[in-house]
């Protein structure tokens, strides 16, 4: 693949951004080679968490403004295609039946900062900086924004990071709830790998039914929530991993799931 490359270690994809040079910029390339990968990771039971990481001192820095240039005049039919395939991106990786972390150490502007928005966590290092960049170029946020960003930040101030395109540190992307941890950068992998191993060791079936019962949480009310507690706690018993992993427990051993990896030294 062209814009990134892609590994699994102790059942957790690691996707690597490999455009440093070019500040891995978000264009059909990438959106082409994220979906190739994720097309691999739904048919690989053993990938159990899937991290999404830019390069050192840079995640993505948005859309690549030569190839916007260059297909600026394509006409409103072209430009509805082109989003509407990046939102497909953008539901499959809030559709993913694993946790998706984001790993940000440098710049997440436009798309970038849109991309990280997708993760089920984000993990930054002091160098990261996020902006909501689009009006600078006299463009609407893409990528999901518009739905994900107020539901993380509330709407007011999502209203203020989208219409100033201001640039938000770390530490104030932390105290808005967009970044979970900051880490320096030497050990912001690491800690990366620690949070998804701990992942990895849950019940893949359950963990899936979590997410997405909590991925529904903001848009439901409290009867729909209920019941779909209740359906997805009796479609969790109708497998063999709860009986795996109560045996297991009584008998003071790790659950034997297909593939489960292997307890490391330290927890999340």
């Known amino acids: 693949m062209e814009t990134l490359s892609f590994e699994v ?5 690691w996707i690597r951004l490999a455009r440093p040079h070019k500040r891995n910029p978000f264009d059909s390339l990438l959106r082409r080679d994220l979906m190739t990968v994720l097309d691999r990771v739904r048919d690989d039971p053993a990938v159990r968490v899937l991290v999404l990481a830019g390069s050192p001192g840079a995640f993505c820095a948005g859309g690549n403004l030569k190839d916007l240039e260059a297909n600026i005049d394509a006409g409103p039919a072209y430009w509805q295609q082109r989003i509407n395939s990046g939102l497909r991106l953008v539901n499959d990786l809030l559709r993913l039946t694993r946790p998706l972390i984001a790993v940000v150490d440098g710049p997440a ?113 409290q009867s729909t929530m209920f019941t779909l507690e209740a359906n997805s706690q009796a479609a969790a018993f109708s497998t063999a991993e709860p009986k795996a992993a109560i045996a297991a427990m009584l008998a003071r051993q790790a659950p034997a799931y297909a593939g489960f990896p292997p307890r490391t030294e330290g927890g999340a």
């Open 109 to 221: 502007y436009g798309a970038g900062f849109s991309l990280a928005l997708t993760a089920d966590l984000v993990i930054a290092s002091p160098r990261a900086r996020f902006s909501m960049a689009y009006l600078r170029l006299g463009l609407v946020p893409d990528l999901g924004p518009l739905y994900l960003l107020p539901r993380i930040v509330g709407l007011q101030r999502a209203k203020e990071l989208m219409f100033s395109t201001r640039e938000v540190d770390a530490d104030e992307a932390r105290s808005l709830g967009i970044v979970m941890e900051i880490h320096e950068s030497a050990v912001l992998e690491a800690r990366a790998q620690q949070i998804a191993l701990s992942m990895a060791r849950a019940s893949p079936t359950a963990l899936a039914l979590t997410k997405s019962a909590l991925n529904a949480s903001l848009d439901s009310d």
């Open 9 to 13: 270690r102790d059942s957790v994809g």
